[in-house]
């Protein structure tokens, strides 16, 4: 678990200016997991604690954060989006084990991902069964830029 979110969910618990009784009773839990959890070390264990998804959710929802917010701080996710494949058009953050393969897939690969790049230099480069000439490629690239606002 990542040690910044220790000291994020003090922040932010302070920058409500909640009690650590008020902050329990928000977030539904008890004031000594508050105390532990901000503190960031297990008093008989001498270990960071760990804190569920399921509760650092409930930690978003009483402090008025996303979720992948305070997962992203734990560590439980990236901040890479990622294309959900159950949910086709979605996106949604990437979990640390995929945002390392990916990262490794990139690097072994060693291709240049560049949209631009590929689109200039495809030599056969089709759509709908069409193959695109160099102007339209440009036409392409150009509508590519207005739509990311290059």
């Known amino acids: 678990m990542n040690s910044a979110i220790y000291t994020y969910l003090r922040h932010l618990r302070e920058q409500k200016g909640w009690s ?4 329990a009773e928000e977030v539904g839990v008890s004031v ?6 901000e503190k960031g070390v297990h008093p008989s264990t001498e270990k960071p604690p760990k804190i569920s998804p399921e509760i650092l959710e409930k930690f978003a929802f009483a402090y008025g954060v996303p979720k992948e917010e305070l997962l992203m701080y734990a ?25 390392k393969s990916y990262y490794e897939l990139n690097r072994k690969t060693n291709t240049n991902n560049d949209l631009e790049d590929m689109i200039e230099n495809a030599d ?23 739509l990311t606002n290059d």
């Not at 650590?20 to 902050?23: D, E, F, G, Y």
């Not at 989006?81 to 979990?95: H, I, K, Q, S, V």
């Open 32 to 37: 000594s997991y508050i105390s532990l959890i």
């Open 75 to 99: 560590g439980y996710i990236s901040d890479q989006l990622a294309f959900d494949m159950e949910n086709p058009g979605a996106t949604r953050y990437m979990t640390i084990e995929e945002s």
């Open 20 to 23: 650590l009784r008020k902050a």
């Open 124 to 146: 056969f480069l089709t759509f709908r069964g069409r193959l695109i000439d160099t102007i339209t490629k440009r036409k392409i690239i150009d509508m590519i830029e207005i």
